[in-house]
């Protein structure tokens, strides 16, 4: 399963953006669908997560700035991002987990989008 991860870019502190991810692959079921992000110098880190039944969890500073949200028709995951601070600036990954179906059998999966770049200038 390969995941697509867009929207980031360059903002003013107090600005905001919005990441969007998109999974695809032949034939496969996603469960669980999260945002991590990595500082420079920093171990990656959980900011948001989602189930497919739509519970979310948020972590850390995020808390009342960040809202994520899926389409589970479209594979899709969304992160909202308001009130961008500084300390926000990072690489941003976007993570699912789910089934995938090879030759007849369901086995579990984990991927990682490919990164995107989010600076908030002070």
């Known amino acids: 399963v390969q995941l697509q991860a867009s929207g980031g870019g360059l903002v003013q502190s107090g600005g905001s953006l919005t990441l969007s991810c998109v999974a695809s692959?032949?034939?496969?079921?996603?469960?669980?669908m999260a945002w991590y992000r990595q500082a420079p110098g920093k171990q990656r880190e959980l900011v948001a997560s989602?189930?497919?039944?739509?519970?979310?969890n948020y972590y850390g500073s995020v808390k009342g700035r960040f809202t994520i949200s899926r389409d589970n028709g479209k594979n899709a995951v969304w992160l909202q991002m308001l009130s961008l601070k500084s300390e926000d600036t990072a690489v941003y990954y976007c993570n699912a987990d789910g089934l995938i179906e090879s030759g007849g059998l369901w086995r579990t999966f984990g991927s990682w989008g490919q990164g995107t770049q989010v600076t908030v200038s002070s």
């Open positions: 989602i189930t497919s039944a739509g519970t979310t």
């Open positions: 692959g032949v034939v496969f079921k996603v469960n669980g």
